[in-house]
């Protein structure tokens, strides 16, 4: 597990001990920024649910004005704060230890300012990625800027239909037992039914 590209590239990072996190392996963390290259310098991320922090972390060093990271566990926090510090990225980083629906309702509630892109990897086979999206939907405008996006990272059993009327379904990729969806902020009206 290492940093791909950018000022941190190469930089082996550590795994949080354990077996409660399934980091994004290297073929598929390289796909998807491929993806979102274009689109990350000078951007705002969220990175809930981030276990070791590995994509905040990737943002950052490809230009991302700033990361929070938000993860319950303890020993997820320490492996991101160590990342942190061996990649040199944390003067933009922030880390908030607690429930990632907690801080996705304050965000809801305009407490935090919106981001320009969420990016959503929970524990999988609970549908979070369901509830975190529907706080999401639900409160588009306090959650992300206009034109933001939210990168959902689930295991291709976890697949279901979501109904939105802000956040559009633009794209979808697998790669192996990783599969993204990807949603943009449509701020006037219908999205989609998928």
């Not at 959650?143 to 239909?161: K, N, R, S, Y």
């Not at 979808?172 to 039914?193: I, K, N, V």
Request: with cysteine; proline share 6%; hydrophobic share 40%.
């Amino acid at each position: 597990m290492r940093v791909i590209s950018g000022t941190a590239r190469g930089k082996t990072l550590k795994m949080v001990p354990g077996d409660t996190t399934r980091p994004i392996l290297d073929r598929a963390k390289e796909s998807l920024f491929s993806i979102l290259h274009p689109l990350i310098p000078n951007t705002r991320w969220l990175d809930v649910f981030a276990g070791t922090g590995q994509v905040g972390l990737e943002a950052l060093s490809r230009g991302a004005a700033e990361v929070v990271f938000v993860d319950a566990a303890r020993p997820a926090i320490r492996t991101i704060q160590e990342n942190l510090a061996a990649t040199k990225l944390a003067e933009n980083a922030t880390i908030h230890q607690g429930d990632a629906f907690v801080y996705l309702k304050r965000l809801a509630a305009g407490q935090i300012p919106p981001f320009d892109l969420i990016y959503i990897a929970p524990p999988q086979y609970k549908r979070l990625w369901v509830e975190a999206l529907q706080i999401i939907e639900e409160n588009v405008a306090t959650c992300l800027t206009e034109g933001g996006l939210v990168v959902v990272q689930i295991d291709p059993q976890e697949a279901e239909g979501f109904t939105t009327t802000h956040l559009h379904r633009y794209d979808e990729r697998r790669y192996g037992r990783t599969l993204f969806y990807f949603y943009e902020f449509e701020p006037t009206g219908e999205a989609d039914a998928k």
